[in-house]
């Protein structure tokens, strides 16, 4: 990485060099923080303030596994976790495929994660920016009262270090804010909320998170349950970023491996409409969740994975890589020290059409253009394609938008989804989300309402 | 339960000094909860135990509120030295002015455990764990021949947590936790399906004796199998009849999540307001209880040192009253009702449900299902999620059913139901008399995570939209 951090690159050090005749060693250290500032009704409703750090070690010996992990860097500690991992080891199931990853020679691309201006940036303007959010947020319409106007930022290094070499260390900070709005007219309510994001807080736009916030919220009031029907949907960019993050898991080469995912023999195949063309690369540096080194310390890189509707590349960390004899793509994922590494996409992004989302919605004779959906988790089964979620947005007639319309849901099938894609927006909006997002036209979506 | 350590996590006299520094900048509150948790998980997968893993977590975190301001810090150094450092950048966050000097006189430890715990898991050797698990797979693939993925978890944990405050609140609680999940994945003609169930409870490894792991692994591969036939959900409103157990999800959306009195408090909540009056079918009664013995929201003191309750929500119908923190209800004037929670040591506590349930009603469940002519039979619901504010909410269908002519007949595929929660409440009809607790669940709020239960017994809703595709 750019800057390296040796405090903790040299404890993973000295974890690694304890490694025995023919046992490989990874361990991750990690040290953060974070601020969280709410602002209620023109006053802080709370400052919290915290640090946190932790070492996670893994162990492999004739092909199985043992882990463990501790959320303290305190030596006595550390030793115990390594104990713990090796202990940990005889209950696996030996793997062949079980093992490191191995320094492949791809260069890392830098980009620049660490911003000196947020590093340094005052607490009290922090307040008063978050302050400055929830009075403009009032100030868009008489009808919108602020539940929450939040500031949140965070910074975090990491070391890694294995026995087959690889040495990585660095550094990274982020901030943004964010607003949940109430609408109330009369004995009914709706919520909204916006966001925005920066590599500092003097990039934040709070005029766009006040206005986006107030919207939602304003434009749902008197909505009505629809007729259940078969129609055009229009994805907002936010709502486009969760349904692209919904993905991520059935192009896991693990998934595909195990036999998780409804791509697996599908290799080759036109499984999306010719405009959709996704790639997932944490080198663009426009990502939020951009990065130079994966889950393992491999170099991020760009990857294709369906072009012009043609399925082309899975995603793979060296251990799913090895199960089906191909290389990693740099695609390992870690949720901190406190996991083990897995596969995913690390920063989904779609190539954007050119057509704003009016354009798009001057398009549409009879549809829907979605603002929100609900139950992603409950109600989305990767593994069958199964799509249903609760919604809520506006009628579209005749190219023009109509009537809010909520309390309905929208239906089809992930697979379906993809073929039924008609047109993709210019719109492209870099959300603090795995996905960025656009306006995102799909047809023959089943609304179900009244 | 007796502990098996009486001696708190950190001395008294350094608790009181760590206290008194928090007040020093003029709050009139100051809290520590420190936390020491060690936990066990093991994970089998494509036939093979891939991973055993032991974790620790140990960390304090510190809350000081001066008037309307919360001031927060964590730490993960238990020293004094990071104790009066994370309690002085609390103190600074919610300053005041100049506090003077605070004597903290703190009751003696309380403790009110509610789980009899037989066998800690942390006396039972891991090789007995993963056992449990290759026991699952085993199981599971033996079902059906389609069966063609098996997947198996093990986690438990032992949580020691101690809570003090300025007001001289002392309380320690040890929280275990076991539980086992299996996922299975079955493939026919019409492409993959899914399989899922778990079991979890607030007791130790004993749980094993009175569970059978393959008896759970064979309904989540039976699950499977019987979706590989199932045909479209439908789309649009309908009678839909839901089994007791994991159904109380629909009323810790419809309804659970809108009685948090910091919801209501901010006018967030579509329940705002309306105590005392009809806010369901009579045939509705809600209750919040974290002392439910062995369940998973079931809890000895909440997160902010106060005993469990057993708290009526809403009675025949009627709202009788919302959860509490000690926070809100400080500031109503109120007595806080043991729902003050947190994910973790790093987390702020909020108003949380512990194990949310509707008691029975009278009818036999057979003939709920017999009085439908034509509806959606739940028998399995997924998760959950709720905007408080238009009380809209959704919950998945993971094993569902179409009911024809009073009878259960074809199989359906996934997909949301949706409502919105005042109106689901009193659209319910028909309630059954064989009320049982669903499976563990994790209820997230606010970007935290905390175990809960939830339970029903079998009942009808009149009318909800079913989330599917087929006409």
Request: proline share 4%.
């Amino acid at each position: 990485m750019s800057t390296t951090v040796d405090d903790l690159q040299a404890i993973a050090d000295r974890v690694v060099a304890q490694a025995g005749t023919g046992e490989q060693i990874e361990a991750y250290v990690s040290r953060g923080g974070e601020t969280a500032i709410r602002i209620y009704e023109g006053e802080l409703e709370h400052f919290a303030s915290a640090q946190s750090e932790g070492v996670g070690i893994r162990v492999i010996k004739d092909g199985r596994t043992g882990f463990a992990y501790a959320g303290t860097l305190d030596p006595a500690a550390i030793a115990e976790v390594l104990a713990d991992a090796r202990d940990n080891v005889s209950f696996g199931t030996p793997d062949e495929f079980a093992g490191l990853a191995i320094p492949d020679g791809v260069a890392q691309i830098p980009q620049k994660f660490w911003d000196e201006e947020l590093a340094g940036y005052p607490t009290d303007q922090k307040i008063a920016l978050t302050k400055e959010l929830e009075k403009l947020t009032l100030g868009m319409d008489e009808r919108v009262r602020v539940d929450e106007a939040n500031y949140d930022d965070g910074w975090g290094e990491v070391a890694v270090a294995t026995t087959t070499g690889i040495r990585e260390s660095g550094r990274g900070n982020s901030c943004y804010v964010s607003v949940s709005t109430l609408a109330d007219d009369e004995e009914e309510t709706q919520t909204g909320f916006g966001f925005s994001v920066g590599d500092s807080p003097k990039e934040f736009n709070l005029q766009k998170a006040a206005r986006e916030a107030a919207e939602r919220a304003t434009r749902l009031l008197g909505a009505i349950k629809p007729p259940s029907k078969r129609t055009t949907v229009i994805l907002d960019p936010y709502v486009t970023s969760q349904f692209i993050s919904i993905l991520s898991s059935t192009l896991n080469g693990e998934n595909v491996a195990k036999g998780r995912s409804f791509f697996a023999e599908r290799m080759g195949d036109q499984v999306a409409d010719p405009r959709f063309t996704l790639v997932d690369d944490p080198t663009n540096p426009l990502a939020y969740t951009a990065t130079d080194i994966d889950g393992e310390g491999l170099a991020a890189r760009r990857n294709v994975l369906i072009e012009n509707g043609v399925l082309k590349k899975f995603v793979h960390s060296s251990y799913s890589a090895r199960r089906m004899n191909t290389v990693s793509t740099g695609n390992a994922t870690r949720g901190g020290f406190a996991g083990s590494p897995g596969v995913g996409c690390l920063a989904m992004q779609l190539v954007p059409g050119t057509h704003t989302q009016e354009e798009l919605i001057a398009s549409v004779d009879d549809g829907v253009l979605i603002q929100m959906v609900s139950g992603l988790h409950s109600g989305v089964n990767p593994v069958s394609g199964d799509f249903s979620t609760g919604a809520s947005g506006m009628l579209i007639s005749n190219g023009t938008i109509g009537a809010p319309v909520r309390e309905f849901t929208i239906a089809s099938t992930l697979q379906r989804m993809l073929l039924d894609i008609v047109a993709i927006g210019g719109d492209v909006d870099w959300l603090p989300s795995r996905a960025h997002g656009m306006s995102l036209v799909i047809r023959d979506v089943t609304m179900s309402g009244t | 339960m007796s502990p098996r350590t009486d001696s708190p996590l950190i001395e008294p006299d350094v608790i009181a000094r760590v206290l008194a520094k928090g007040r020093s900048t003029g709050a009139e509150f100051s809290e520590i909860y420190v936390e020491d948790k060690r936990s066990t998980s093991a994970g089998l997968d494509d036939g093979k135990v891939e991973q055993v893993t032991s974790g620790r977590d140990r960390g304090a975190g510190i809350r000081v509120i001066a008037g309307d301001t919360t001031g927060f810090a964590h730490t993960s150094d238990l020293s004094e030295r990071g104790l009066l450092a994370a309690a002085e950048a609390a103190a600074a966050a919610a300053k005041q002015g100049d506090g003077g000097v605070h004597t903290i006189a703190l009751q003696p430890v309380f403790r009110h455990p509610v789980n009899t715990i037989v066998q800690f898991p942390d006396t039972v050797a891991k090789a007995r764990k993963v056992e449990l698990l290759q026991r699952a797979d085993i199981a599971a693939r033996g079902v059906h021949g389609a069966i063609v993925q098996v997947s198996a978890g093990y986690g438990d944990s032992i949580k020691q947590i101690l809570i003090a405050n300025s007001d001289g609140i002392f309380s320690a609680d040890e929280q275990v936790r076991t539980l086992m999940r299996v996922s299975v994945i079955a493939n026919g003609d019409a492409g993959m399906q899914t399989g899922y169930n778990s079991l979890g409870h607030t007791i130790g490894f004993e749980i094993f004796d009175e569970n059978d792991v393959e008896e759970l692994a064979i309904r989540a591969a039976q699950q499977a199998i019987t979706k590989l036939q199932a045909r479209p959900a439908p789309s649009g409103a309908m009678q839909v009849v839901i089994k007791q157990g994991s159904g109380g999800v629909l009323f810790h959306e419809a309804c659970g999540h809108g009685l948090e009195a910091d919801l209501v408090g901010k006018g967030s909540s579509v329940y705002r307001g309306k105590m005392g009056e009809l806010v369901a079918s009579p045939l509705v009664t809600v209750i919040d209880d974290g002392t439910m013995a062995g369940e998973w929201g079931a809890i000895g003191v909440d997160d902010e040192g106060h005993a469990s309750q057993k708290n009526t929500l809403i009675e025949n119908g009627v709202l009788t009253d919302y959860m509490w923190d000690y926070i809100r209800a400080r500031k109503e004037g109120r007595k806080q009702s043991g729902n003050g929670r947190r994910q973790s040591y790093a987390d702020l506590p909020m108003v949380r449900m512990t194990n949310t349930f509707v008691t029975n009603g009278s009818e036999n469940p057979d003939d709920i299902i017999r009085a439908t002519d034509h509806g959606v039979y739940i028998a399995k619901l997924g998760g959950g999620q709720v905007d408080t504010a238009s009380g809209d909410f959704v919950f998945g269908m993971v094993e569902a059913y179409l009911i024809e002519n009073g009878e259960i007949t074809e199989p359906l595929r996934e997909g949301n139901l949706i409502g919105n929660g005042p109106q689901v409440l009193k659209d319910i009809d028909l309630m059954g008399n064989d009320f049982a607790m669903g499976g563990p669940g994790t209820c997230g709020k606010d970007g935290q995570g905390v175990p809960v239960g939830d339970g029903c017994p079998t009942l009808r809703v009149k009318s909800m939209t079913i989330g599917g595709t087929a006409a």
